[in-house]
Structures are given as structure tokens and as C-alpha cells.
């Protein structure tokens, strides 16, 4: 049996033990927080403790302007994304797969309609860490809405397509791989769909799916203020896109990915609170399914993986993804006045995120930069017009 030189060297590696302490680490904090919330707020009266929601069902009316309520998922071919699909397509959903892979859109599409025949699913392809493709998908949404005589708009959609790189990979439009796809092509995605969102006429949402890593992160990027953040912290100056000599920062990195997509979600669900007409406001949760046995692993050693996986299990922490879906079902179906909450642990329960997420300064500049590069996106990137329905 030869000698696994990779993980070795992957454990002697600063990255390997920041996920196998300072991961482990901070999902046990949440679970701390979500099990003694409110034993703690009996013993001190000022600590309040985190609501929980109940999850309102669809009710469908045959005289709606949208009869069936459409729900857009990224990442829906695997793991959470596809767990999602088929709790959705349960619920009621139109649901839109969004992935990839042609291949894996089909046969997910066979596996929901084997459980439900009368289940309503359509597959779209795309990829985050594109622009060009992401432009596409908004693009062949729309006219799929008009050619399927659909009303002109989503009421759900649900920004769960993430990655863990090993190494860094610059995207053709300039950033790491792993922050296009786990934020920016998120940003982007919500952006070109939110006129959809808001022209629907029942209440609609966007469920973002972050992780209980982004707690590590305590600062911003490279810099120690939101005041010095810039256009080049999502782009190829970003430390966390360049490889150092130590190698590249994957496990920070996907932090602060997380941090990002945190920090959107909260300022997009302020900006919607100032919405004068408070039916077309879009509601915004961010969703952390805790540690779920996916394939997000896949580029990490097949030994430390495996180990990793182990290990999880014995210590009860490992969910199977319709288990570890269920606090991303619960935000797509709580009610309105849950926007801006963090769902964590099942139950419509939630928790408080980390002190950094709720910067709101922070959250402001990141927005600032990432529109602008939305805009600059829109100008340069020219649709071919072509469908990217399958």
C-alpha cells in the first residue's frame, strides 16, 4: 500500500487543522447556542433568546395570478440542493433545478417525478463561476416564464450551489473559483432575479445557504476595516485568490465566502425593509445546515476524507442531507417577519450569527463593491440570447 503523500502533507498543513478544530469548534458553539438559549435567558432576564417559526404550508388558489408558486435552486443535482428539490416538489413547488451537468439535471428530474409523477420540475443549466452563463440563466428564465404563459415571476429562490477548493483556480473573469461561485455568482444571480421576485404577487424570498464556518473570520479579508475595502478584495488581488508559500488558504476561503454571502443577505433583507409597498417586499433568510455527508469534500485526499467522515460520525455531528436540509426548508417556508433571521438546527428554530456578519458598514461597502462589479459585468458580458433550458 503506497503512501498517501498528499494527505500527509495536507495535515502538516496550517488549513487541515483550521477545519478539524476551528470548524468543529464553531459548530459546537452553535449548538450551544441553539440547546441553552433558553435555560440561559431563565438565569439573566437581558438575554434574549432566538424565536423559532412554523413553517406555513402552501395553499394554493386556482384564481391566483401565479397558481403554482416557482422556486429557483442552485446547486440542485446532489447533496442539499437535491434534498431541497424533492421537499419542495412535495410542498406544492414549481420547482427549477439549476446546475451544472446535464446528465445529473436529468436524472434528478427522473428520481423526484419516480417519488411524485404529478410533480412539476424543470432543469435549467449554469454556472456560478461564469458571468457569461449566469447573465444566460436569468436570460432563458424569463422567456421560459413567457413561453410556458407563466406568470412573470419567482417566489422562491433558493442560492445553495457551493464548492471547497483545494487549490487556487482563477475563474476567466478574474476571480478565485471558490468565491465566484460560493458568493459573487450568488450576488449576481440575485440581482438579475430580483425584479422576478418582486413582481410576484404573493410574498416571495431568497434563502441563502451559508455555514457555521463563517465565525473564524474576524476580519475582513486582508484589511482591518471596511474603510480600506475595494473593488480588488473580490478579485485576483484578493489574498485569499493568490497561493502563498505555504500553499492556498482553502479552508479560510471558504469562510469568508460564507462571511460574504452572510453579510449580502442581511443587507439585502435592510434594503427590503424600506420597501414602501410591503407586499412586494422579498423576504431574505439566511439557511446553515450544519456538517451533511455531501460530495463537498471531493477534492480533499479520499484518506482524510474519509477519516474526517469518521470521525463526524462518531461524534453524532454528521447528517444525512434530509436530515440537514430541514433548517433550508424551514426558512423558504416561515413566515414573512422571519426575514433576516438565521436558521440553524431544524424546528424553525434560529440563533444569532457571528458579531462581524451583523457590521453593518461592512455589509454596506461589500454590497457597494459587488454592484459594481454587477454593472461592470452587465456591460461586458454580451448574452448570446440562446436557451440554456434542457
Not at 468543529?24 to 458553539?29: D, K, M, P, V
Not at 460560493?182 to 404573493?202: C, E, H, R
Request: proline fraction near 5%.
Amino acid at each position: 500500500m503506497g503512501v498517501d503523500r498528499e494527505a500527509i502533507e495536507m495535515v502538516f498543513s496550517m488549513e487541515f487543522w483550521r477545519m478539524a478544530i476551528l470548524w468543529t469548534l464553531s459548530l459546537l458553539f452553535s449548538y450551544f447556542h441553539l440547546l441553552f438559549s433558553k435555560p440561559l435567558s431563565a438565569l439573566f432576564p437581558s438575554f434574549q433568546p432566538s424565536p423559532s417559526y412554523p413553517r406555513c404550508h402552501l395553499s394554493t388558489d386556482p384564481d391566483s395570478k401565479a397558481k403554482r408558486p416557482i422556486c429557483v435552486i442552485t446547486g440542485a443535482t446532489s447533496g442539499l440542493g437535491k434534498a431541497a428539490a424533492k421537499a419542495l416538489a412535495r410542498e406544492g413547488y414549481h420547482v427549477v433545478l439549476a446546475g451544472r451537468c446535464p446528465d445529473k439535471l436529468n436524472k434528478t428530474i427522473e428520481e423526484i417525478k419516480q417519488k411524485q409523477e404529478d410533480a412539476h420540475v424543470d432543469a435549467f443549466e449554469v454556472d456560478l463561476s461564469s458571468i457569461h452563463s449566469v447573465m444566460n440563466f436569468g436570460s432563458s428564465i424569463k422567456q421560459w416564464l413567457l413561453d410556458s404563459n407563466l406568470h412573470p415571476s419567482i417566489q422562491l429562490l433558493i442560492n445553495n450551489a457551493g464548492i471547497l477548493a483545494k487549490s487556487c483556480r482563477i475563474t476567466a473573469d478574474g476571480f478565485d473559483q471558490m468565491m465566484q461561485t460560493n458568493y459573487i455568482g450568488a450576488f449576481f444571480l440575485t440581482n438579475i432575479l430580483l425584479p422576478l421576485l418582486k413582481s410576484s404577487p404573493v410574498p416571495s424570498r431568497v434563502v441563502n445557504v451559508t455555514s457555521f464556518t463563517h465565525r473564524f473570520v474576524f476580519k475582513f479579508s486582508s484589511v482591518a476595516s471596511c474603510e480600506d475595502f475595494s473593488v480588488e478584495t473580490l478579485g485576483k488581488e484578493n489574498l485569499s485568490c493568490s497561493s502563498t508559500l505555504k500553499g492556498y488558504p482553502f479552508a479560510s476561503t471558504y469562510e469568508y465566502s460564507k462571511l460574504c454571502l452572510l453579510l449580502f443577505s442581511y443587507e439585502l433583507h435592510r434594503q427590503q425593509l424600506y420597501v414602501n409597498n410591503t407586499s412586494s417586499a422579498v423576504s431574505v433568510m439566511p439557511a446553515d445546515p450544519g456538517i451533511v455527508e455531501t460530495d463537498i469534500m471531493r477534492e480533499l485526499p479520499p484518506t482524510l476524507s474519509q477519516l474526517a467522515l469518521m470521525v463526524l460520525r462518531f461524534l453524532h455531528l454528521l447528517q444525512w442531507p434530509e436530515i440537514g436540509v430541514r433548517p433550508i426548508i424551514d426558512a423558504a417556508l416561515a413566515p414573512p417577519d422571519a426575514s433576516g433571521k438565521y436558521f440553524f438546527g431544524g424546528q424553525g428554530r434560529t440563533i444569532e450569527s457571528s458579531s462581524l456578519s451583523y457590521n453593518t458598514k461592512l455589509a454596506e461597502e461589500l454590497w457597494s463593491v459587488s454592484s459594481t462589479l454587477f454593472r461592470e459585468a452587465q456591460f461586458s458580458v454580451v448574452g448570446s440570447g440562446s436557451k440554456s433550458s434542457l
